[in-house]
């Protein structure tokens, strides 16, 4: 065990080496546009013990297009056989960052031989879906694959697709232009098709999986799905989802009216559910998968930014038991956030909210409550009850009778006036008192 881990930091320490001397290149003036130089000095530090790159550090150096490029790597497939992490993600230049030109082909052609690679993370380029399938058929350990991706006219899944993607375990991805349709394409086909997938689609995209997940639930040719992380819309019922087991996070949007009710049955079994998101649920919805899921969950996010107060009480007003979090929680990340028509009529319990004990992160957007809340929470935080493990806060109150006769202006953002009062600085200083290490620390009133 002693020699694999001495293996590993010498690994590790390589790795820091080239990227450490990559930056040093970069900040080096009297080497500003000596390219050749620049590249020899690199070539002389690549490693047969190199197991990582960012190659996006080395792209600043050169021009666009410079056959440097193509050479280093060239140089890097000559003796880091074993590197296994190849990334073009984002480098020093901000103005590089945001360009995206089409990979050359020179580029591609030696990504494709690096035989042991496992993980490959394009951002600073884009790719067409035939020649990303080409691409992966040639990296046969490839697991974790992210790029942006042109569609061709003709685009479809064929049997090469499934060949080349079938041992990936992450294929995340960017569509060019914003495609929509083929984002929503891809997603599901690669549900149908590509049973080894943990994590899959756009980050931060929202795509329906269900009417899909359902089907691959009816079919008794399918396997275990592996996924991980579902983004569904509840329009339907849904009875069974015993394929997908190993979820630990789920996206629930409620679609329709909100009175309207599903049979929800197929999804109350996720053993390993950690990360929960609903959005536009009302009242009752809630209560259920908070009561399935509220004491396992490290991730909570209400996004009920839709609705209004009225919307989300469709039966009876909201209690202070539903938005209690005991402290049989596990929470470590909570966010919620409101519609700009929250009532001003309604509140919620932010101390209540506040309870549970492992609270990392909070936002908390537009949030309807009082200044009798505010005071309880202040008092809370001060006597160190609440928030004690918390690194990021942040709290943004809408403007109400209860406190508009206390706040004072505190600036304008974005054409909105932010406000603070007495309680909101005590809550800051309070929290910053006890936990110096937090990185951000805000509370604030706005008025809509």
Known sequence: ?????????????????????????????????????????????????????????????????????????????????????????????????????????????????????????????FISFPALTELCRELQQLKNLFFQIKREPDFKISESFLKAFGALEIFQFTPISYDIEFRESLTLECVR?????????EPKQFVDMLPTLMD????????????????????????????????????????????????????????????????????????IFLFFYGERLTHLTLDLKCLSLRHLDVEMPMTEKDWSFSSDYSLKELELEFSNESNRDAYIPLS?????????????????????????????VKEQKILKKVDRFELELCENESISNKYIVCGNFGGV????????????SGLRAFRKEAKIIEVKIIRM
Do not use: W
């Open 417 to 428: 006036d932010r406000h603070t009062t007495p309680e909101c600085d005590n809550i800051k």
């Open 193 to 201: 098709n590509l049973p080894n997938l943990r994590l899959l689609g």
């Open 352 to 380: 209540d909210i506040l309870s549970a004990p492992n609270l990392e992160r909070v936002r908390m957007i537009r949030v309807p409550s009082t200044l009798e809340e505010l005071e309880s929470t202040m008092i809370l």
């Open 216 to 287: 691959y639930e009816a079919s008794p040719e399918s396997d275990q799905s592996k996924l991980t992380h579902l983004t569904i819309k509840l329009d339907r019922a849904v009875l069974s989802l015993s394929k997908f087991r190993d979820v630990t996070q789920l996206h629930i949007k409620r679609s329709g009216d909100p009175r309207l009710k599903y049979e929800k049955t197929g999804l109350m079994d996720f053993q390993n559910l950690k990360n929960l998101i609903l959005t536009d649920f009302n009242r009752v919805d809630m209560r």
């Open 1 to 125: 065990m002693a020699a694999i881990n001495e293996t590993v930091e010498s690994l590790r320490a390589e790795n820091e080496f080239f990227a450490k001397h990559v930056k040093e290149v970069f900040e080096n003036n009297k080497l500003r546009f000596q390219y050749s130089e620049k590249k020899t000095n690199l070539e002389a530090k690549i490693s047969s013990l190199l197991t990582e790159v960012d190659f996006a550090l080395v792209l600043d150096l050169f021009p666009h297009n410079s056959p440097f490029l193509v050479e280093i790597l060239k140089k890097i497939n000559s003796k880091a056989l074993n590197l296994s992490v190849f990334q073009i993600m984002e480098g020093f230049s901000k103005v590089r960052n945001a360009l995206c030109p089409r990979m050359p082909e020179g580029m591609v052609g030696e990504i494709s031989k690096m035989a042991n690679l496992k993980t490959l993370k394009v951002k600073q380029f």
